[in-house]
């Protein structure tokens, strides 16, 4: 499986400021994808990144609010623009098992305050 | 649409209290059902995955079985360190990426 660090771990941020989340992989992987995790709730995909492409948002989700880097196969950002409390979650990073493009392995998260 | 819904959302056993979560799933054809453990302040950690009706698979103390509409966490003589929530989701068929879908979980305590 492929080890995925995140960063930062964690943070508490003012409202109307962004943050941008930076994703890390051992090796090159085609897909990498970004997930919300709000409290309660199941794991949401925000998007699909691939390298060299517009990274594909779910329903829900937009580019403004979100907008996603993909600079080559081993690295992955997720910004989160114009933050409001509800942004307040864990946004977690994702890639499919390389080799194999069905399971899924995740980064260890980044929990998100907005106060 | 896809769906996922885990039940019970807690449970506490006692240590050796054998036990089982349950996942139900509504999928336009499965391609793959998965477990995931998540402790908390981590990201899941992947388990299982099963991909058709009466498979099984086994990881020490915990056993994932598939039916057409819903999948079994078994969990045989937890030990404190079992102690964790339990995500389920399911991937539909189809070209290409198919996005995974997510249950909500079931928090699991076991008390020693």
């Known amino acids: 499986s492929a080890v995925i660090s995140q960063k930062p771990s964690r943070d508490i941020c003012q409202r109307g400021t962004s943050l941008t989340i930076q994703c890390q992989v051992d090796?090159?992987?085609?897909?990498m994808f970004w997930y919300r995790q709000q409290p309660g709730q199941s794991l949401t995909l925000i998007a699909t990144a691939n390298q060299g492409s517009e990274a594909t948002y779910e329903s829900g989700f937009v580019i403004d609010k979100f907008p996603i880097s993909r600079p080559n196969l081993t690295f992955s950002t997720l910004t989160v623009s114009n933050m409001s409390p509800e942004d307040s979650s864990i946004y977690l990073c994702?890639?499919?098992?390389?080799?194999?493009?069905?399971?899924?392995?995740f980064g260890q998260g980044t929990r998100l305050t907005v106060v | 649409e896809d769906q996922v819904t885990q039940s019970p959302e807690a449970l506490r056993l006692q240590e050796g209290e054998s036990s089982s979560l349950n996942c139900s799933y509504t999928?336009?054809?499965?391609?793959?059902l998965f477990w995931y453990r998540q402790d908390p302040g981590k990201g899941p950690e992947f388990l299982f995955t099963?991909?058709?009706a009466g498979e099984e698979k086994e990881k020490e103390r915990l056993k994932a079985t598939l039916t057409k509409k819903e999948s079994f966490l078994h969990i045989t003589a937890p030990k404190p360190e079992d102690s964790a929530t339990y995500l389920c989701?399911?991937?539909?068929?189809?070209?290409?990426?198919?996005?995974?879908?997510f249950g909500t979980g079931t928090r699991l305590l076991v008390s020693p």
């Open positions: 099963l991909y058709s």
């Open positions: 999928v336009s054809g499965l391609r793959g």
């Open positions: 994702s890639v499919a098992s390389p080799g194999r493009g069905t399971e899924a392995f």
């Open positions: 090796s090159q992987v085609t897909m």
């Open positions: 989701a399911v991937q539909a068929l189809g070209t290409g990426f198919q996005k995974l879908v």
